[in-house]
């Protein structure tokens, strides 16, 4: 019997159940903290990338219990400028059954209109990505799975092993984003310069003084009463 096979007998034990228990939420802990040092590391990589246009962004957990610690679970790019409406590179873990995944992206800010969603710059975009294999969703111009499960085992034994496997780990994530701007950078800025409205610029008229006013007036009455006088 190996060492692992005799652990797992010990906690088999009734009388153990207890402690297993015990050792089950330290474990839990363990992978949530790992998991949210994750996005962090990754959310640096990005911002070393020195990508031109794009602010780096963490997304925090929106289902968390009221009792659970802040958590990061994915990253996305915010076009600078503060676009109104516009698509933005994304990567996030979603479960897909009973573990997470990892899935990215090109997601909407807000629920484009029928016509933002028909503007040929974002049909032809959405076109080239499906070639590729991404799919697309009312809040997604294009997504797709990865093969990562951020809290399996062997991903987090990589992430908390040496430098250099967590240093190959991060690229190879960060690579479906980067390859992803490399592809379609240039039809991203497109499709969101596309998106947004055309500004107008309307000429403030001054108003007239109450003299001005008072002298178009009496002007207009002359011109009334001499013209019915003849």
């Known amino acids: 019997m190996n060492e692992e096979d005799a652990v797992l007998e010990f906690f088999a034990q009734p009388e153990n159940l207890p402690l297993a228990l015990t050792v089950a939420e330290q474990v839990d802990a363990r992978r949530q903290k790992l998991n949210h040092e994750f996005w962090v590391m990754l959310s640096q990589r990005l911002i070393d990338e020195n990508l031109p246009g794009w602010f780096v962004i963490t997304t925090e957990n929106r289902n968390k219990a009221d009792n659970e610690p802040e958590t990061l679970v994915g990253v996305y790019l915010q ?45 032809a975009l959405q076109r080239e990505l499906t070639v590729e294999g991404f799919k697309n969703s009312d809040s997604f111009l294009a997504w797709q799975w990865t093969t990562f ?66 002298d178009v007036l009496t002007a207009f009455d002359e011109k009334h009463r001499a013209k019915h006088s003849h």
């Open 79 to 123: 076009p600078k400028g503060d676009p109104a409406i516009h698509i933005r590179p994304m990567m996030e873990q979603q479960y897909m059954g009973e573990h997470l995944r990892i899935y990215f992206g090109l997601m909407w800010s807000d629920a484009p209109s029928l016509k933002q969603k028909s503007l040929p710059e974002i049909v």
């Open 149 to 214: 499960y951020p809290r399996s085992m062997d991903f987090l034994v990589r992430l908390a092993g040496t430098s250099e496997d967590k240093d190959e780990l991060l690229e190879i994530v960060i690579s479906k984003i980067t390859a992803l701007l490399a592809r379609h950078g240039e039809a991203i800025q497109a499709a969101n310069a596309a998106l947004q409205p055309v500004t107008r610029t309307i000429m403030a008229i001054p108003a007239a003084t109450d003299a001005e006013t008072e």
